[in-house]
């Protein structure tokens, strides 16, 4: 029987008061966190405090305020932005929108993110339509694009094989030949169905998933660059983990020496971008041997299979960050010839190739590059 009577009534009264109390504070920080957000202020990120902060540090050039961070962990890699502005004002608040822009990129495609958009459609996409927005379709087609000038060597579809081989770099065996069948029969980007009136992305099998990894990097590049320009910075590159996009200014970029440690630069590599991507794909440092064989991180989408040991690097130059991004990947599993093919008849787009030839690191490049300044 429920309580009833005077002290019943204050107690319950007591209990909506203290309700209510809550629902004001949750409202009144929402409300300042919305406005610091939308003016640029510096009030508290959702993100901020999850990325350990490799380097943080910003001076005076004589014309520009410098900022310069760095955030472990992001992406699964390091990313550095860097921003020149006219006052420190104004140059913090373009480096927060930088940094806003690609922990909203992470939180949406990242698969590593159980509540993410990517991992909702991986989890879902098979028993019933996922309802997605712009920035999700928009990226698809960027895959799609790539996809199809790369014929098929790019493709976002490759969960179900990365699923397979990434235990090989602790158990140092072989995936059995029938779960490899398997999960190639689950990749095709062409499998994928995307119902642009309603918005929604299914796919024909549970089972499916998609792995932005190849590509979203880049884009996240790009976009936080803009992201800062718009707030008010003169200029701002930002180095996702050897995928580069730099804006508003002339930038010098350095090929790293696959040879050589983290710092060290491959000699006569250093070229100038503008308003351009840059984005570095290679196995020097993400592979596994198995009696005396290495096994790279990256598949080969066709064939299910790690590509053949011949590319050591692949360097990409491109106007978008997204497409230097995943063009890096398509041609790294392409080879030489016809990775070289490709990025010739390609529209502003160059390539060089490392490739190692009797002990010695050689070059293979597209005619013009690191091309004109753009």
């Known amino acids: 029987m429920p309580d009833s009577g005077p002290a019943a009534e204050y107690h319950r009264a007591v209990k909506m008061t203290f309700r209510l109390f809550l629902l004001f504070v949750a409202v009144l920080f929402g409300a300042r966190y919305l406005a610091q957000r939308d003016a640029g202020g510096t009030g508290p990120e959702p993100w901020e405090g999850r990325y350990p902060l490799h380097s943080s540090s910003s001076q005076g050039d004589g014309e520009h305020w410098v900022g310069i961070e760095t955030r472990d962990g992001v992406m699964g890699t390091r990313f550095s932005a860097e921003v020149y502005a006219s006052g420190e004002?104004?140059?913090?608040?373009?480096?927060?929108?930088?940094?806003?822009?690609?922990?909203?990129?992470?939180?949406?495609?990242?698969?590593?993110?159980?509540?993410?958009?990517?991992?909702?459609?991986?989890?879902?996409?098979?028993?019933?339509?996922?309802?997605?927005?712009?920035?999700?379709?928009?990226?698809?087609?960027?895959?799609?694009?790539?996809?199809?000038?790369?014929?098929?060597?790019?493709?976002?579809?490759?969960?179900?094989?990365?699923?397979v081989w990434k235990p090989l770099a602790t158990l140092k065996t072989m995936p059995p030949e029938t779960d490899v069948r398997r999960a190639r029969e689950l990749v095709g980007l062409d499998k994928v169905v995307v119902d642009r009136a309603a918005r929604t992305v299914s796919f024909p099998a549970d089972g499916m998933a998609l792995?932005?990894?190849?590509?979203?990097?880049?884009?996240?590049?790009?976009?936080?660059?803009?992201?800062?320009?718009?707030?008010?910075?003169?200029?701002?590159?930002?180095?996702?983990?050897?995928?580069?996009?730099?804006?508003?200014?002339?930038?010098?970029?350095?090929?790293?020496?696959?040879?050589?440690?983290?710092?060290?630069?491959?000699?006569?590599?250093?070229?100038?971008?503008?308003?351009?991507?840059?984005?570095?794909?290679?196995?020097?440092?993400?592979?596994?041997?198995?009696?005396?064989?290495?096994?790279?991180?990256?598949?080969?989408?066709?064939?299910?299979?790690?590509?053949p040991d011949a590319v050591v690097q692949v360097t990409v130059i491109a106007p978008s960050g997204a497409r230097a991004d995943a063009l890096a990947t398509a041609l790294t599993v392409l080879g030489v010839e016809d990775g070289l093919n490709l990025a010739n008849r390609l529209r502003r787009v160059e390539a060089l190739f490392l490739v190692r030839e009797g002990g010695e690191i050689a070059r293979r490049a597209t005619p013009t590059f690191p091309g004109i300044l753009r």
């Open 89 to 163: 004002e104004t140059g913090r608040s373009a480096l927060r929108a930088a940094w806003r822009r690609i922990h909203d990129l992470e939180a949406k495609f990242s698969t590593w993110i159980p509540s993410s958009l990517a991992s909702l459609v991986n989890r879902e996409a098979g028993r019933r339509p996922v309802t997605v927005d712009l920035a999700f379709l928009r990226v698809l087609d960027i895959c799609r694009e790539v996809h199809r000038e790369s014929d098929g060597t790019f493709d976002p579809t490759v969960g179900p094989l990365l699923r």
């Open 211 to 307: 792995d932005f990894g190849g590509v979203v990097k880049g884009l996240a590049a790009q976009e936080a660059t803009a992201a800062a320009i718009l707030s008010g910075a003169d200029s701002c590159r930002v180095n996702a983990g050897g995928d580069m996009y730099a804006a508003g200014d002339v930038f010098e970029v350095s090929i790293r020496d696959p040879d050589g440690g983290p710092g060290d630069v491959l000699p006569d590599s250093t070229f100038r971008v503008r308003d351009a991507g840059v984005a570095t794909s290679g196995n020097y440092e993400r592979y596994t041997e198995i009696d005396g064989k290495r096994y790279s991180h990256i598949l080969d989408p066709r064939t299910g299979r790690p590509v």
